[in-house]
């Protein structure tokens, strides 16, 4: 699913509920983690809710790319999670430092619907998988 496919999706959906129910839904088709990924090293801090990142860095040619997969244990969060895969995760290390996660959620109609604590952890994930670029990029 691409970025604009989950907007589009989400352009259907009428109101909070039918938006809030669909992002449940993504989230129950995340693979969850193994136990041994559910560590301190992937766990991301910031978050109410326990949330954990695992990060991937592919090297092909002359690019880096990373790839994600997360878990939580809270329905909506990991459809959160969902979304945030869909937004960085096979992309190269200049666009996901190039994305901007608050105009995709405004799209979205996400923004005015998240709790200032969801929020801070959906950002909190962002700051991880731009923290995990810039290292990888340093280490290209």
């Known amino acids: 699913m691409s970025i ?4 589009e999706d989400f352009s259907f959906l009428d109101d909070w509920e039918d938006r809030y129910r669909y992002v449940i839904e993504l989230g129950k088709k995340l693979t969850p983690l193994s136990d041994d990924e559910r560590n301190d090293e992937t766990k991301v801090l910031g978050c109410t809710s326990q949330v954990w990142l695992v990060t991937a860095v592919e090297n092909s040619g ?8 997360g878990d939580s ?7 959160l999670i969902a979304i945030l895969l869909v937004l960085y995760s096979g992309k190269s290390i200049s666009e996901i ?26 950002f909190s994930m962002v700051g991880r998988i731009r923290a995990d670029a810039a290292a990888a990029a340093a280490q290209a």
């Open 62 to 69: 002359n690019e880096t790319s990373l790839s994600f997969r």
């Open 73 to 79: 244990d809270a329905h909506i969060v990991r459809g």
């Open 97 to 122: 430092l190039a994305i901007e996660p608050r105009e995709v959620f405004a799209q979205l109609g996400l923004n005015e619907h998240l709790s200032p604590q969801r929020s801070n952890g959906l």
């Open 4 to 7: 604009q496919e989950l907007i």
